[in-house]
């Protein structure tokens, strides 16, 4: 085992005064900070979050959408009193909305002003002032790399981008840096705590991967389930919750086109609690489906399905 700490060597590299503290103390740490902050992890969620602390290394959760994802790095942020800067990745992202652009607009007020005083400024010169911090738009990537205040980057849905667009990342993910060409290279201040989320419609590059640490967050299993309705649906009994938990754990051992998420669960469970339900019959299970299922052939099984164990429903 190597004795240096990859903190202690990443602050080394990037030219920081001290090293900044770790935000975590130990795994157990991460699973009550997060739960104050109504999320409710599990253990490999836990011990991935505090390592890619220690280690400072980005994660990359993927699994199916609606499973708390964007809310762990969320969650994370809010634990440890960090900014959070979100890059909400979509088909067709580039540099100039991801890292940052040139304000080409101001330069080329700047440019005319310049020669409305008739200013006899060489190009060179001139060059040289609109190619400056001033006229720089910065965006989320860059952003997070140049704030003082400790970050957490979350870099959400980045299977949306097409696989060219991912070696924007790289450079950050790495070295926690950015070249811009005009202005040199831009390195961290702080070590930022970066999330990269994907449900997984494409397989990412390899070159992503390899810098990554790697958790999957998938369907929570029932008592989790339960703990997370009762922290996000205010006023509902343990018993409904976990009953709801139950019904929907086994909706998704069918065969579905698309299982209920967790935000389905919550949709669901905030429903059953407007309509003044204290426990789900078969009648209210079947009534309420919709909210739970998107596809009309996800319905007619569900609703089989709930026929057929009533008896172990209200
Ligand atoms: N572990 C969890 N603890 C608390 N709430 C959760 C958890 N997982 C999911 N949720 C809830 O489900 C919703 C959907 O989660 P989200 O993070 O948006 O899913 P994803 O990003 O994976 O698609 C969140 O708004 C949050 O309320
Ligand atoms: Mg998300």
Not at 35 to 62: G, H, M, Q, W
Not at 129 to 158: K, Q, S
Not at 256 to 269: F, I, Q
Not at 299 to 309: F, M, S, V
Request: with cysteine.
């Amino acid at each position: 085992m190597s004795s240096i700490d990859p903190r202690q060597e990443l602050a080394t590299r990037l030219g920081l005064a001290e090293v900044p503290p770790a935000r975590f103390g130990d795994v157990t740490d991460v699973a009550h900070r997060l739960r104050e902050n109504d999320y409710l992890s599990n253990e490999s969620i836990a011990s991935v979050t505090f390592l890619a602390d220690r280690l400072a290394k980005p994660v990359l959760v993927e699994g199916p959408a609606g499973t708390g994802k964007t809310a762990l790095a969320q969650a994370v942020a809010k634990a440890t009193g960090s900014r959070l800067i979100r890059l909400q990745c979509y088909e067709g992202l580039d540099e100039s909305k991801a890292l940052y652009e040139w304000n080409y607009r101001k330069q080329l007020l700047r440019i005319q002003a310049g020669r409305a005083e008739g200013s006899t400024e060489d190009w060179d010169a001139l060059e040289e002032d609109i190619f400056a911090e001033e006229f720089l738009l910065t965006r989320p990537l860059l952003e997070a790399i140049r704030a003082n205040e400790p970050v957490v980057l979350l870099i959400d849905e980045i299977d949306r981008v097409e696989l060219e667009t991912e070696a924007l990342l790289l450079e950050i993910l790495s070295e926690y840096q950015v070249s811009i060409p005009e202005l040199g290279t831009v390195t961290a201040t702080q070590i930022p705590m970066v999330f990269l989320t994907s449900n997984g419609t494409r397989e990412l590059s390899e070159a992503l991967k390899r810098r990554c640490l790697y958790l999957f967050v998938g369907y929570p299993d029932v008592e989790r389930e339960r703990d997370i309705i009762l922290s996000r649906v205010p006023g509902i009994s343990s018993a409904l919750a976990e009953q709801i938990a139950r019904v929907v754990r086994s909706l998704r051992s069918l065969d579905l086109k698309k299982a209920p998420s967790v935000s389905e669960t919550l949709d669901w469970a905030r429903t059953l609690v407007l309509l003044g339900k204290d426990e789900i019959g078969e009648a209210d299970a079947v009534a309420t489906l919709h909210i739970l299922l998107k596809y009309q052939s996800d319905i007619d099984k569900a609703t089989k399905e709930l026929a057929g164990r009533s008896k172990g429903l209200a």
